[in-house]
């Protein structure tokens, strides 16, 4: 007890008491530190995320790119009205439109005559793998251009595989017609599919029209019979211009004056081939 009658508090408990305190203080600075950072921490982040809103409220995102539908086939004729606009349609296919008087070199000819222009026909020549010397015919208007890729004894995967050169770079068909019919099969659509995607990549916009090919003249005959059934089908599935040559053939008196042999068409029987296609078409 002290002199002044006040109960004295020992040195060792005064000690305790005062780092007791010390650690009081120190805990309650740490959580008042903790809160100011919490509350600043939440400040931050309403902040950020107003901003974050107002930014995106004021975006405008950039436009997607369009792709131009498919044209109709009657859209794409219809641009022959034009005289002083140029047009161009790609064959692709096989022997049957191959040589002078096959049923390509005969269209050219007669769209000339019916649309009094000038046609420039380019033949693919299979030996070099590029276009012979281009044939002009006829005058008037602007050019109709034929890009014939008639490879004989050739198949879609073919023309697949040659179709940068087939259409050269720079050239946009109005019109593409396939004439792959004698070299496919059993199944027309495994054959056929590769050459089509490859060509509705490259030409969004060109309509397609197909060919139903025309019989055989042989042992094979009921072959090619189904074939041609699988062939309008198949194109009429996917909603394509039918070109049935295959009807218009066996339409006729007797197939026997159309043929240059079994399989390919003589010079009447390319007229005959020629005069359906544009009938078809309206080409």
């Known amino acids: ?18 780092v007791a305190w010390y650690w009081v203080v120190a805990i309650a600075v740490l959580v008042v530190a903790l809160l100011v950072l919490i509350v600043v921490s939440a400040a931050r982040a309403s902040t950020e995320q107003a901003t974050a809103q107002r930014a995106a409220s004021a975006y405008t995102p950039p436009a997607l790119p369009t792709v ?46 019916e649309r009094k222009r000038q046609v420039v026909l380019h033949d693919w020549n299979d030996e070099s793998l590029q276009y012979d010397p281009a044939k002009t015919i006829g005058s008037g208007g602007a050019a109709i251009t034929i890009w014939n890729a008639a490879a004989p004894g050739r198949g879609p995967d073919y023309s697949r595989a040659h179709l940068s050169t ?72 996917h909603g394509w211009r039918v070109i049935d040559v295959y009807d218009a053939f066996t339409s006729q008196p007797a197939l026997a004056p159309l043929y240059e042999d079994d399989r390919h068409e003589n010079a009447k029987g390319g007229l005959l081939w020629a005069q359906t296609v544009m009938k078809a078409t309206g080409i």
């Open 68 to 113: 131009a539908p498919v044209a109709s086939f009657s859209q794409a004729v219809d641009r022959l009205k034009d005289t002083s606009r140029p047009w161009t349609v790609a064959v692709v296919g096989d022997s049957t439109g191959y040589g002078p008087e096959r049923w390509v070199d005969q269209f050219a000819t007669q769209v000339s005559l």
């Open 1 to 18: 007890m002290t002199s002044d009658g006040r109960q004295s508090v020992p040195r060792e408990h005064a000690t305790v008491l005062g």
């Open 166 to 237: 087939m259409i050269p770079k720079g050239i946009t068909p109005d019109v593409i017609i396939i004439n792959h019919g004698h070299n496919v099969g059993p199944d027309i659509a495994v054959d056929t599919n590769g050459l089509i995607s490859a060509l509705r990549f490259k030409y969004r916009t060109a309509p397609f029209a197909y060919t139903v090919q025309n019989p055989f003249r042989s042992d094979t005959a009921a072959e090619q019979e189904a074939r041609a059934s699988d062939e309008l089908a198949y194109a009429t599935e």
